[in-house]
DNA sequence: TTCGAGAGTTAGGTTTTCTAATGTCTAGGA
DNA sequence: TCCTAGACATTAGAAAACCTAACTCTCGAA
């Protein structure tokens, strides 16, 4: 039996797509190219859409394909018709189609998301990406059409998501008191993470001396334990870029290991289509990159 | 993995197709009657084309479907390419498409393939039927892009095809004689089917009496028979619309079966691809319903 | 309150499509 | 002439997409 959904008096669209593509270039395997797909399923296609219109389109030789009469005469047409739909299509839909809205808060934007953000681009090179920063918490909610990064221990209400990394805590100082690090002030960090003391039960270390230092974001501790104003309890996951480039350094003391992590979450509704879920896939690929 | 073969910045056209019909309805499952397809098939695939757009098209409620904006912004553009599309199709190709050649000596044409083309045009209203006929055997390779119809043992050269009806011959007579019909003279008939001969000696029977009617087509000697003029050794394929109206009346005498027969024949190009192959399934499938 | 029409959802079977491997053909060079 | 490389065809089998059947949900009318 034949597809269902076929309009009576249209082949299947899809094979124009490859009829098109396929007659622009001459030849079967650069159509395939353009596609990433195979020679040979461009073969199958263009058979079965000659083999529906009844006739041939284009005349095989060793050296590549050129277009019949008929190719000829139908090229110009199909060519036009898909070029009004792209455009058209690329007019009214082309931001939600090319657009990944992103919502964290401002310190995971910048340590998480924009180091890696290279790697996705090379594999999406036109989708643009835009970030909404979310100062606190209960903001997510009004951005629920974007892709959220945070941090907590699970998914949320209607979405689905993927953890990138799980929080590890661990001391961390400027490069140059990496050695010394028992010696620094401990700088205090306030809010839903394990703090020192916590560590300090945990792994059976002795508590570090707590300094004058105290914020309310791990974005802000590592950039003070950057500048040598004290030794941090950090996240791996935040701090992985300034630990790779050398401006922060781990001291050699345990770690601690929670149940919290770095959370991607969407709407359920995307994802949906194959290429959002690819779209998706790879980011995650770059941000779980640790 | 999404369908290898999709162009960027287009969404799969056949998704298209659907959004068109349920547009212009109003009705998911007035489009999946357009299609002969079900309302959930519909509905997931304008699902599908939401999501892949990033944007609602429709509004559903309980009673109905109605175009969101975006929906009504979209619908022309696709509505009007594919009308594009579909009428330059048929410009070019509509011959070729729509219209089944179909070559046979003019006897089979009338008494094999007229009487049963309306069960196959109730299936394929729009569909033409061209007939081409053919005097002489070689003329057929002339035809070689056409259905034949012939009589003969099995399939020919580069061609498939399907038997429709062994041969199977047997004592024929207007019906007012069908029971007196020893009393008539034979109708000779020559040509390839074995004769009068041949029937007496394979059933036992007496050899009939000839008559001075001697034919070379069993399209004429059927059609001296039921004037009365004698009795046919008659083909029951070629014979059976004569026979079920009437006009015509087996001999309560037994019948030669044939290793020959009747066989619809296409080249292999064709049927091919599944609205080809339907449509030789239907005209297949009218014709064997002897 | 019940009913019916229309849409959503899901699981699972079918059909279509794709790939990998292999075959065929031709042109051009050794 | 023989060989090779490049382009397309063909095939079986795996993978993806699709469709249907069966069910649910919701709304509005009787």
Chains 1, 2 share one sequence.
């Not at 931001?95 to 808060?105: N, P």
């Not at 799980?166 to 620094?184: D, F, G, Y």
């Not at 039960?201 to 004290?230: F, K």
């Amino acid at each position: 039996m034949s597809r269902k959904i076929s309009k009576q008096g249209l082949p299947p669209l899809d094979w124009l797509k490859v009829f098109e593509a396929a007659g622009r270039h001459g030849s079967f395997t650069a159509a395939a190219e353009e596609f990433g797909a195979t020679q040979a399923a461009v073969s199958q296609r263009i058979r079965n859409l000659e083999s529906w219109l009844g006739r041939q389109l284009f005349i095989r030789s060793a050296r590549g394909v050129s277009l019949t009469v008929d190719g000829e005469s139908y090229l110009p047409l199909v060519h036009d018709s898909l070029r009004a739909l792209e455009q058209g299509t690329e007019n009214l839909f082309g931001h939600s189609v090319r657009e990944l809205r992103i919502a964290a808060q401002p310190s995971h934007l910048e340590m998480l998301l924009l180091p890696r953000l290279t790697v996705f681009s090379e594999s999406y090179p036109d989708m643009r990406i835009v970030t909404e920063t979310v100062p606190k918490r209960q903001d997510f909610e009004a951005a629920d059409r974007a892709l959220h990064i945070r941090y907590g221990r699970g998914v949320w209400d209607g979405r689905e998501g993927v953890l990138l990394a799980n929080e590890v805590l661990q001391p961390m100082t400027a490069p140059e008191h990496a050695k010394a690090w028992r010696s620094l002030p401990a700088i205090e960090l306030r809010g839903e993470r394990p703090g020192w003391s916590e560590w300090a039960r945990v792994t059976g270390e002795g508590e570090p001396e707590m300094g004058p230092v105290s914020v309310d974001s791990m974005g802000h501790a590592l950039r003070a334990a950057r500048r040598g104003i004290g030794v941090v309890l950090g996240s791996r996951a935040l701090a992985s870029s300034l630990l790779q480039t050398g401006q922060l350094e781990c001291a050699a003391a345990p770690e601690l290991a929670t149940i919290d992590g770095y959370w991607m979450t969407w709407p359920a509704s995307l994802g949906k289509s194959k290429r959002q879920a690819e779209v998706l896939a790879s980011l995650t690929a770059a941000l779980q990159n640790l």
